[in-house]
DNA sequence: AAGACGTGGGA
DNA sequence: TTCCCAAGTCT
């Protein structure tokens, strides 16, 4: 859950996730499209299904343990080198040396590494390895990401407060707040499409499911158009033949790699026998069993928003 | 090997 | 408002 998101956002679905299913046997008997809603709002949705594989595979064929090297760690769904060396840092007391964010930024600072990131991997790698401890090494590794994510932060390192300060190089050279560099980031294109939100006569939504792989692979969303350069040029993408309205407004959504205008069309008062094949009725007042992106639960509520008595989405 | 892959919070 | 970027992985 944690590969590059925040402790913050995390905390809620790391307590939801092992409330509901307290072992790995019990992830691995869950379905996989229960995981995926349960996921719903933390972004990256591969991880739900690497982790649900994951269970699979270790309840299924590894007799419900966890290997404890790193090497082997890394064939599981969803562990790369990153998870492979801290789990066996921190649950195996192995010698292990992970590198995340945080260290990247604490060693390109101390040992001013002026290569800008990705390129300087391999040598922060390096560097990680010979610093790591032969003794709690799991420790050293929390210990760095911690003085990364509270005293050596990205932008205003609080290096008054920081036991490296005499010794960091990034700092003799008054680097400590640019490091570490990173190559230019790509221009986001713009994408536009159209949304179609079909209430029916009892309240609900028309849902469909995206396909398993890809951009919210998995993941349930109203029927739309494709994302395109313009709009689409008519209401011809409608799932089914309804006097829709356009609502006023756009939805705009920020992707990793492109921004997203939808226009969002709405029809109400659909009969529930008009559900066109591969789309589901989703009742307004109960999405939370539907596997909704944020995203799309925008749309929702942008359609929504004038019949609604409060907000359809509480957080 | 470079690009795909989400979201929310802080500055 | 806008930009940055976070306990990375997969193809």
Not at 8 to 34: D, I
Not at 261 to 285: I, K, N, Q
Request: glycine share 6%.
């Amino acid at each position: 859950m944690l590969q590059q998101t925040t402790v913050a956002a995390v905390g809620p679905y790391y307590v939801a996730f092992l409330k509901r299913w307290p072992t790995v046997e019990a992830l691995a008997a869950a379905p996989v499209e229960e995981v995926m809603s349960a996921w719903a709002g933390l972004g990256y949705y591969s991880r739900a299904r690497n982790l649900h594989a994951c269970a699979r595979h270790v309840a299924h064929n590894l007799g419900g343990k966890f290997p404890d090297t790193e090497e082997s760690l890394r064939a599981l769904p969803g562990v790369g080198p990153y998870t492979a060396s801290a789990i066996a840092a921190i649950a195996f007391a192995k010698r292990a040396a992970p590198v995340d964010g945080n260290i990247e930024r604490v060693l390109a600072r101390l040992y001013a590494v002026r290569e800008p990131l990705p390129g300087a991997k391999p040598a922060l790698r390096a560097l990680a390895q010979e610093l790591a401890p032969k003794e709690r090494a799991g420790d050293f590794a929390q210990a760095m990401m911690d003085l990364g994510a509270m005293i050596c932060t990205p932008k205003a390192p609080d290096c008054a407060n920081c036991p490296w300060t005499e010794d960091c190089m990034g700092r003799a050279l008054g680097l400590a707040s640019v490091l570490p560099y990173r190559d230019a980031k790509a221009v986001r294109p713009l994408r536009r499409g159209a949304a179609f939100v079909v209430i029916s006569t009892d309240d609900e939504v028309l849902l469909r499911r995206r396909p398993p792989k890809g951009l919210l692979g998995g993941m349930h969303e109203p029927p739309m158009s494709a994302w395109e350069v313009d709009f689409p040029a008519n209401a011809r993408a409608a799932p089914l033949k309804a006097a829709f309205r356009k609502l006023p407004g756009l939805v705009r959504h920020g992707f990793t790699h492109f921004e997203l205008e939808l226009e969002v069309y709405r029809v109400e008062g659909v009969a529930t026998s008009a559900a066109p094949p591969a789309t589901e009725w989703a009742p307004l007042r109960d999405l939370k069993r539907f596997a909704l992106p944020t995203v799309m639960k925008k749309v929702i509520a942008h359609a929504t928003a004038d019949r609604d008595a409060g907000p359809l989405f509480k957080r």
